[in-house]
Nanobody, 121 residues
Framework: QVQLVESGGGLVQPGGSLRLACAAS????????MTWFRQAPGKEREFVAA??????STEYTDSVKGRFTISRDNAKVYLQMNNLKPEDTAVYYC????????????????WGRGTQVTVSS
């Protein structure tokens, strides 16, 4: 079991930056691949970024490539978001699983409750 708590969301103007963090507790964090998802109002949840347990592998959805960076340390996973756009507005969730992101059918075992990101002028 692993418990996940996201933080760092908020209101930011277009072009601004935010850094989300996801703190993990419980089972050994280093055993888990970590993934960020987001869900905008009226839309389905979508994959944003993933990082392997070692940090050696990362993956991003096309719409955030070059703007978002996922990283991790011994206890947290981060999502650095730069040049934010209104279409990035969503609730952002971190998730953990022993298996690395594998595509559209990937559903991690453990989820946080999410943090709201709003990009608006």
């Amino acid at each position: 079991q692993v418990q996940l708590v996201e933080s760092g969301g908020g209101l930011v103007q277009p072009g601004g930056s935010l850094r989300l963090a996801c703190a993990a507790s419980g089972s050994s964090f280093g055993n888990y691949a970590m993934t960020w998802f987001r869900q905008a109002p009226g839309k389905e949840r979508e994959f944003v970024a993933a990082i392997s347990w070692s940090g050696a592998s990362t993956e991003y959805t096309d719409s955030v490539k070059g703007r978002f960076t996922i990283s991790r340390d011994n206890a947290k996973v981060y999502l650095q978001m730069n040049n934010l756009k209104p279409e990035d507005t969503a609730v952002y969730y971190c998730a953990a699983d022993v298996e690395y992101y594998s595509g559209s059918d990937y559903v991690p075992a453990y989820w946080g409750r999410g943090t709201q990101v709003t990009v608006s002028s």
